[in-house]
């Protein structure tokens, strides 16, 4: 099962009420018995992911922040050629607020936040389109739109 499709499929469980997402972007299953715990777990590179058993030793794997943008954002919100970032760099910190989409070239520039990039983010009221403001010591400050 390939990456959208985990998400489509685990998106599903949220809507049934079988997972459930908590105000600090958390993903917990629910039991038949009300017993919740969190499914998630961390992988090899720092960021949350998790498995939803689909039988015959089958699952449904994604990344916690690429399911919840998902959630938060409605499906079709989700767009291949970007990636989701953390606005603030931590990558456990799936709160609404703090994921966004960009291009890959855009978070290889960003970084872990350690190369002197600042990033402002905000909405435009008239488009209601995100703003993205990068500012460097050196190099001065662009706008991406």
């Not at 090899?44 to 498995?51: A, F, K």
């Not at 954002?73 to 603030?88: E, F, M, Q, R």
């Not at 435009?124 to 995100?130: H, L, M, S």
Request: with cysteine; net charge positive.
């Amino acid at each position: 099962m390939g990456a959208s499709e985990s998400i489509k499929y685990n998106l599903e469980l949220i809507k049934k009420g079988k997972l459930i997402v908590d105000d600090s972007g958390r993903i917990f299953k629910l039991l038949d018995t009300g017993y919740k715990f969190r499914c998630e777990y961390l992988n090899g590179y720092g960021y949350y992911q998790l498995s939803s058993y689909l039988g015959n030793y089958k699952y449904a794997t994604c990344l916690s922040h690429r399911l919840l943008f998902a959630y938060y954002h409605g499906i079709d919100a989700i767009n291949s050629g970007l990636v989701i970032h953390h606005i603030d760099y931590n990558k456990t910190n799936n709160k609404k607020d703090n994921l966004i989409q960009i291009t890959k070239e855009e978070n290889s520039r960003l970084g872990d936040g350690s190369n002197g990039f600042i990033l402002e983010v905000r909405k435009d009221e008239d488009d209601k389109r995100r703003i993205f403001k990068w500012a460097h010591d050196k190099t001065g400050s662009r706008t991406i739109r």
